[in-house]
């Protein structure tokens, strides 16, 4: 019997040496900027209109912050790792913002030279209408979570900023898209209107 007794107690000491250690929240901040390092972005930086992560690596992007969020899920409950996971998704929602609205400049519906060869663009202007309207909803929900994130927790105010200093997402263009929205919508109408009155 000993010789099994001496096997199980290795077992177990072999399975306790490899038992993962828990994020604190400072180490998940680290790994969140050796993330940023990867893609050359900065999260404190960035905004939904200008300095954001390429769309092209986007994708890559989110599956590194899934298999991420994967791992935090593995930790025990602790205010950290819900702060982390807030971070993360935070993360994932202003990386969204970013993409549709990088899809919505590309589609430049704006240099056409007159609203009847702007009406010839409809479909354009309607999927533009939708990165936008994206971007801004995505680009809400990130800043909801960096609230959460900020909200009664010392190291993410002092990791993250708070006032002036807080992430520059936060100061997007948020009211001008939303401008730039209602135009859009109004041609969208008045473009349906000449249609219909050429029919």
């Known amino acids: 019997m000993k010789p099994f007794y001496l096997l199980g107690l290795l077992l177990l000491l072999a399975c306790a040496s490899f038992k993962e250690t828990p994020y604190s929240f400072q180490d998940g901040w680290n790994h969140m900027k050796s993330l940023d390092d990867k893609y050359g972005s900065d999260l404190r930086k960035e905004r939904m209109d200008r300095d954001f992560v390429d769309v092209k690596q986007t994708d890559a992007f989110q599956q590194d912050l899934d298999a991420f969020r994967q791992r935090l899920l593995r930790d025990s409950d602790s205010l950290d790792r819900k702060k982390l ?80 200093t807080k992430p520059a997402f936060y100061n997007s263009k948020w009211d001008e898209t939303n401008l730039l929205l209602t135009d859009l919508a109004q041609v969208l109408n008045e473009c349906a209107g000449f249609k219909s009155q050429r029919r």
Do not use: H
């Open 85 to 164: 996971l807030w971070l993360v998704d935070a993360r994932k929602q202003m990386l969204e913002s970013e993409r549709f609205y990088q899809l919505a400049l590309k589609l430049d519906i704006f240099t056409v030279p007159d609203e009847v060869a702007i009406c010839t663009k409809q479909s354009q202007m309607e999927l533009v209408y939708k990165y936008y309207k994206s971007a801004i909803v995505m680009g809400v929900n990130a800043t909801t979570f960096l609230d959460g994130v900020l909200q009664d927790f010392e190291p993410a105010k002092k990791l993250l900023g708070i006032d002036d």
